[in-house]
């Protein structure tokens, strides 16, 4: 297993053209991708669906599907044992580990041995401890119980009028904050920059060096 997050990003205006080519070393043109857009609200699943397809068309991979949560949940457990890498899009992502618990595919994640990428709620989800951070959306930082894929945490959308927040809460958790445009690429547990990632530990904040 594989596993990319993307802090965020426009691929429409080029954003995350970096970590595209990033990943590119880790993807075969004939590999499938399956986008799993729980996340979202169905007005906007098209949206990200264009997004991955244009994220993935500009590294020669063309075979991008979406998961149909019309499916059975076993159906649904084919199509992702079928896929080469999973693409989790943005949204909110106490919405996406509910419809995962609820349609069983957790368990079908776990085991997933290809690629994951992740978009802000996407990449939130594959860590134990899923940090939301205080915004627009929500008036409160709250923690909720992730995937577990990694014992880390990540700040997604990050900017540095955040860090209060964040290094508040890093006495107990290591967190990557990423900002749009960046990624944390994660390799057998080996973490890759792909370029502006702070790590926030125990109150203090660095730059990793890419």
């Not at 957790?106 to 990449?123: D, E, P, R, Y």
Request: hydrophobic share 40%; aromatic share 8%.
């Amino acid at each position: 297993m594989r596993l990319c997050f993307i802090g965020g990003g426009n691929p429409l205006v080029g954003e995350i053209d970096d970590v595209m080519n990033y990943l590119s070393n880790y993807v075969e043109v004939g590999d499938k991708i399956l986008v799993i857009p729980f996340a979202t609200e169905e007005s906007k699943i098209d949206r990200w669906l264009n997004s991955a397809k244009k994220s993935f068309e500009d590294i020669g991979v063309e075979q991008i599907k979406l998961l149909d949560n019309q499916l059975t949940n076993q159906e649904m457990k084919n199509q992702i044992n079928e896929h080469n890498v999973l693409y989790f899009t943005g949204g909110r992502p106490e919405k996406l580990m509910e419809s995962l618990v609820e349609k069983e595919l957790v368990q079908a994640i776990k085991v997933f041995s290809g690629l994951m990428v992740g978009v802000s709620a996407g990449a939130l989800v594959f860590c134990g401890d899923c940090v939301i951070t205080k915004d627009e959306d929500y008036p409160q930082t709250k923690v909720i119980k992730g995937l577990g894929l990694v014992d880390f945490s990540v700040e997604v959308h990050y900017k540095e009028t955040i860090d209060e927040e964040l290094l508040s809460i890093s006495d107990k958790r290591d967190i990557y904050a990423i900002p749009n445009g960046s990624a944390v690429f994660w390799d057998k547990k080996v973490v890759t920059p792909i370029n502006d990632v702070f790590h926030i530990s125990k109150r203090n904040k660095n730059r990793l060096a890419k």
